[in-house]
């Protein structure tokens, strides 16, 4: 009767062992953004496009249908996302890093999401596109990346079929027939994960398409001319297609590897389609990128972490400055010495079923070419109100603004097609005044000493 015993018991305590184990193990973590993807640019949204596996992992994951990127535009974005602070407050507020340097480089005095993942002993890749300064100190590799396969910024990336990419530190030219940019990361991201099956990995899989150039194969660039699309249109869309490709081949490959149950992905773009490519089907939203109407900051937004959260929509407004406390939480990353605060929230409890019930009472966003001139195209939400500093221009502001806000209500207009200020004067002058308190508060976190 004793073995018989002695056998359950050794049985349970392998169970209980091998729970505490699984209850312990590091969740992967790849975070892909697309560059310039509008959220009408999917094709279970629009049949003229075409993004069977985009469209797969969304009914897979957790979809978020009011989700808002950091800015209307890419540096800021990622600024954003990686440090889960608004822009502003990380020094990078602008575009071109080689016209403006001091104003698109990721200040040293920032944690970065490697930086708290290489902390929890996460080995951390970037794939794609950096943008957030190009000198040496402001490299990935310095920024909490361990590999890097990346293009700093748009000098290096002239087109998709011949562009170069800084591996590790050492520039690599690709410009040989067959070669296209897409491709190329995606087989990389491929790579990594495969080289690193057996550790916890955090890969950011940072794509270009579609961004310009406008740039596709002739031959996938065909079948959307053949609906009728116009030149650019059709390119687009190819190149959105080859993305869409990579991403189901890096989907198949961590099912292959045996690892899907514990990679949780995430799939974004960094902002709005971009205006001076032909405009194309957005949902019906207002704006495009450089602007904080929703076209230019509203993006698709998903979370898939097999058997952990459930698939399903939800109407929560995250923010990029979210993803970092999120996975934080998630991930158990341990909190930096000396950390800045955040500006994010946690939104787990939205994953797992439940409310944003910590959601901030109030978002903001603003941007213009070169310093910040806050009267130019800022915005802030109060719940479903959302007030507007008009936007004025891409190019560089010749003084501050004196449009007067414009007011939304974004529950009943989520298009932004009314203009309510001149109805609701109070309400006005109060999100006026809050917007006009958080400016101060970002520029004197943007102007703050160097370390």
């Keep these: 009767m004793k073995l018989p015993i002695v056998f359950l018991l050794l049985l349970t305590l392998a169970g209980i062992s091998s729970?505490?184990?699984?209850a312990e193990e590091k969740p992967n973590v790849i975070l892909i953004l697309a560059?310039?993807?509008?959220?009408?640019?999917?094709?279970?949204?629009?049949?003229?496009?075409r993004t069977p596996n985009l469209d797969r992992l969304k009914q897979e994951s957790v979809w978020f249908s009011r989700a808002y990127s950091g800015s209307p535009v890419c540096a800021p974005a990622r600024a954003a996302?990686?440090?889960?602070?608004?822009?502003?407050?990380?020094?990078?507020?602008?575009?071109?890093?080689?016209?403006?340097?001091?104003?698109?480089?990721?200040?040293?005095?920032?944690?970065?999401?490697?930086?708290?993942?290489?902390?929890?002993?996460?080995h951390t890749g970037i794939v794609g596109k950096w943008h957030l300064g190009h000198r040496p100190e402001f490299h990935p590799l310095q920024r909490g990346f361990d590999e890097t396969a990346v293009f700093v910024g748009h000098l290096m990336a002239p087109r998709y079929f011949r562009f170069r990419l800084d591996i590790?530190?050492?520039?690599?030219?690709?410009?040989?027939?067959?070669?296209?940019?897409?491709?190329?990361?995606?087989?990389r991201a491929i790579d990594f994960v495969r080289r690193h099956r057996d550790e916890p990995f955090f890969l950011h899989l940072a794509h270009y398409a579609p961004h310009r150039p406008i740039d596709a194969p002739a031959d996938r660039v065909k079948p959307f001319l053949e609906k009728g699309l116009s030149e650019e249109t059709a390119t687009v869309y190819a190149m959105i297609e080859i993305m869409d490709e990579g991403i189901g081949e890096l989907m198949t490959e961590l099912e292959t590897l045996g690892i899907a149950e514990n990679t949780l992905v995430i799939f974004a773009s960094?902002?709005?389609?971009?205006?001076?490519?032909?405009?194309?089907?957005n949902r019906d939203?207002?704006?495009?990128?450089?602007?904080?109407?929703?076209?230019?900051?509203?993006?698709?937004f998903l979370v898939r972490w097999p058997g952990r959260f459930e698939p399903r929509e939800t109407d929560a407004a995250i923010h990029f400055t979210d993803v970092l406390p999120t996975l934080a939480e998630l991930c158990s990353l341990p909190e930096p010495e000396n950390a800045k605060p955040i500006d994010g929230v946690s939104f787990r409890s939205v994953l797992e079923g439940g409310e944003f019930g910590q959601a901030p009472a109030h978002r903001f966003w603003q941007w213009n070419r070169h310093e910040p001139l806050y009267s130019h195209n800022a915005a802030m939400r109060d719940g479903s109100?959302?007030?507007?500093?008009?936007?004025?221009?891409?190019?560089?502001?010749?003084?501050?603004?004196?449009?007067?806000p414009m007011l939304f209500d974004l529950e009943a207009d989520p298009d932004e097609s009314e203009d309510i200020a001149a109805d609701h004067t109070e309400r006005v002058k109060e999100m006026n005044a809050a917007l006009e308190a958080w400016t101060k508060s970002i520029e004197a976190d943007r102007t703050r000493p160097k370390p």
């Design 385 to 404: 109100w959302k007030l507007v500093r008009p936007f004025v221009t891409k190019n560089l502001p010749q003084g501050p603004s004196d449009l007067p």
């Design 168 to 187: 590790n530190g050492t520039e690599e030219k690709f410009q040989d027939e067959g070669d296209y940019l897409t491709t190329e990361l995606s087989a």
């Design 35 to 49: 560059d310039d993807m509008a959220v009408g640019d999917l094709s279970c949204f629009n049949d003229l496009s």
């Design 285 to 300: 939203l207002r704006g495009a990128k450089y602007e904080v109407h929703e076209g230019g900051i509203r993006v698709p």
């Design 19 to 22: 729970g505490v184990r699984a």
């Design 270 to 281: 960094d902002n709005g389609p971009d205006p001076l490519v032909e405009k194309r089907f």
């Design 81 to 122: 996302l990686l440090t889960g602070r608004y822009p502003h407050r990380t020094g990078v507020v602008t575009l071109n890093m080689e016209k403006y340097p001091e104003l698109t480089s990721l200040r040293l005095d920032e944690t970065t999401l490697a930086d708290r993942f290489r902390a929890a002993g996460y």
